[in-house]
């Protein structure tokens, strides 16, 4: 009970000399010699029901945690602002006192907002009542609020917007202490249909999961959020035809009144909400609490070494037939299909979160494929090299290595799709170069404007085209041999039933990324080539253009019509394009399809919970949130 003793000497020591029930101002040096030897780099605070006081857990030098000697269980109550500080602060997880006691002595300054585990949590900030502690967190500006758990309004601080000069201490223990049990993955007994979870999960108030889509963005958010996050564009000069379809500008010549040139930092308040919040928009906030998994077999520390051109030949070639077969195919298709559907942004992908996501599939992927991460230790994989007939014994930590240039191969075969739009008569634009190179110049000018109802408008466009159609396909819904349990065709989406078909429409995320495709594509095309956004800033702006339009889809009729159709697209539907030859797909013995063998999309009655077409039901909501321990990666930035 060391610890327990230790927090509770500092109010002692504190009362002794008629402090108030804040006690983490009291001096060290004040204490006796026998508790100096403590660790005082991490404040952590602790809330004491019965006493109704606060104090500062003493950490001795040889004590791995600040709870070391505690027997009861904790959860995170919030942060405490003081000294320009924010720590942690815990209360009892059981206790016969008021839920909320505590802001007899404590009030709310306002709430974090924290990614942790995959999902956004709110903590309260609080400061002792009566007191201006936590003041340095108010000259922040926010632009955001929600409710904190007393029901009222507060301001709300991505973590992102805290300024140098504010030190954010990070608790030991975000989950509570004891911290959750982890335990190893254990295979479905259903396969692709486990049991329907609650509808609702129920969370601490101070861990809410974002469950809202983020409102739509006015102008003047846009503007702030993404004004300099690229360069002006770059000969935006509109064609001679349709220049008037989309109004008039106002002011100088140069002026738009929805401008997104100006003013735009880098670590913006709206920038951080923008990155923070994406995720919940395609998805995460429904997940059933994540399963903490560690495992010796998927720790993934230190540098990596990339494998050879012919030794990954000989990986796919043994894999066939072998009980990792199935298991690392659908970690690929779970591992695109989140980058698909915008669970993380394929062109901001930190080593640290790459590795994370891909582990993350490759759970989920065990599990689906009803065995465990030891049966496949325990049966690693033959590889046979084709030229000297070596036999080399590898498992996980080799296989890995294989996603190293998955991301990179698939949206270069994803581009050549869109390249053969543009080549093949599919509608994209007249048959001569003059005129693809003018619907080139056209879109792209529209989706590197600065002015958001431009990108909006070339959003809209691309979506009716085609090519988008076959992008969608090419992407998501083509038949895959090797998704089901009886090797039978199946498709990405059908992992991700509820993001690529959301609210009846095809999935914010889905189109922010391919819609980024586009705009590469476009970029690559022009002649003479010229400086275009960044990659990573092209798919924010485009999350962003594309959360105000499904916020407000009665407003697009045009583009809430082409997102209705496209989870129904079907073979019928596409040509389809053949990345290899920039050209319809060739069918043996049947003569080349043009644009009239297209048929259109038809649209019928579904349930929600599935797509059309789909082979299998994989709802990601009713699977187990498998998640990688983080000390897995502890040491990868």
């Known amino acids: 009970m060391a610890g327990h003793y230790l927090s509770l000497a500092i109010a002692s020591h504190a009362s002794d000399r008629q402090s108030s029930p804040i006690t983490g101002h009291a001096s060290i040096s004040s204490l006796p010699l026998s508790l100096k030897r403590c660790k005082t780099s991490v404040p952590t605070y602790l809330y004491h029901p019965k006493e109704n006081k606060v104090s500062r857990i003493l950490q001795l030098s040889g004590e791995q945690h600040p709870f070391v000697g505690f027997k009861e269980h904790f959860r995170l109550l919030g942060y405490l602002a003081m000294n320009q500080e924010l720590s942690p602060l815990y209360r009892p997880s059981v206790t016969h006192s008021s839920v909320n006691s505590e802001h007899d002595i404590l009030e709310i300054v306002g709430i974090l907002a924290i990614p942790h585990n995959g999902a956004i949590t709110f903590p309260e900030v609080y400061q002792k009542r009566g007191t201006y502690d936590g003041a340095f967190m108010l000259a922040i500006n926010s632009e955001f609020s929600r409710p904190n758990v ?67 963005a006015t102008d003047q958010e846009f503007e702030t959020a993404f004004s300099s996050s690229v360069p002006p564009s770059v000969d935006a000069s509109w064609p001679d035809y349709d220049h008037d379809h989309f109004g008039t500008t106002t002011g100088s010549e140069n002026h738009y009144e929805n401008s997104v040139a100006d003013g735009f930092q880098e670590n913006s308040i709206a920038s951080s909400h923008h990155t923070m919040f994406t995720n919940a928009l395609v998805g995460n906030a429904h997940l059933p609490p994540p399963t903490v998994v560690f495992h010796e077999h998927i ?19 043994s894999l066939r037939y072998t009980r990792w077969n199935r298991p690392l195919f659908l970690t690929k ?65 080799i296989l890995r290595l294989t996603f190293s240039t998955h991301i990179v191969n698939r ?74 349990n009886d090797n039978s065709r199946g498709r990405i989406a059908d992992l991700f039933p509820e993001e690529v078909r959301n609210n009846e429409v095809l999935g914010i995320g889905v189109v922010a990324t391919l819609m980024t495709l586009v705009y590469q594509t476009l970029h690559q095309w022009r002649t003479p080539k010229m400086k275009g956004r960044q990659h990573t800033k092209t798919y924010s702006i485009m999350m962003y ?31 389809p394009i053949d990345p290899k030859n920039l050209g319809p797909k060739y069918r043996a013995g049947a003569p080349p399809r043009l644009l009239e063998h297209i048929e259109p999309i038809t649209e019928v009655n579904h349930n929600m919970l599935s797509l059309p077409n789909a082979a299998f039901i994989a709802i990601r909501s009713q699977r187990d949130n498998l998640q990688a321990c983080t000390s897995c990666f502890e040491d990868v930035t």
């Open 411 to 484: 949206t270069s075969e994803m581009r050549k799709v869109i390249r053969g739009c543009i080549v093949f008569q599919t509608g994209f634009s007249g048959d001569t170069e003059y005129e693809k190179n003018a619907k080139v110049d056209y879109y792209y000018a529209l989706l590197n404007s600065d002015r958001r109802d431009h990108v909006q408008r070339g959003i809209i466009e691309i979506a009716e085209l085609q090519l988008f159609i076959e992008l969608v396909w090419f992407a998501l819904l083509q038949p895959i041999i090797g998704l089901t």
């Open 545 to 575: 253009a594309l959360s105000g339009m499904y916020d407000n889809l009665d407003q697009f009729p045009r583009f809430r019509d082409a997102v209705r159709k496209l989870p129904f697209v079907s073979a019928a539907n596409v040509f």
């Open 333 to 397: 298709c779970l591992y695109l299909g989140s980058l698909w559907i915008g669970l993380a942004n394929p062109w901001d992908l930190p080593e640290r979160d790459y590795r994370m996501l891909v582990t993350n599939c490759f759970l989920s992927a065990v599990d689906l494929s009803e065995t465990t991460i030891q049966e496949l230790h325990d049966n690693p994989l033959i590889v046979t090299s084709d030229s000297s007939g070596h036999k080399t014994s590898i498992g996980w930590k």
């Open 150 to 216: 007393l029901g009222e309004p507060s301001l709300v601080w991505p973590i992102n917007s805290l300024t140098d000069c504010i030190r954010f201490n990070q608790p030991q223990f975000p989950d509570g202490f004891p911290p959750p049990a982890i335990v190893e993955t254990m295979p479905f007994a259903h396969g692709f249909m486990p049991p329907a979870r609650p509808a609702a999960i129920e969370a601490t108030p101070f861990q809410q999961v974002l469950q809202l889509p983020a409102p739509a």
């Open 299 to 317: 720790v993934w520390k230190g540098e990596d070494t990339a494998l050879a051109s012919d030794f990954r030949s000989d990986i796919t070639d």
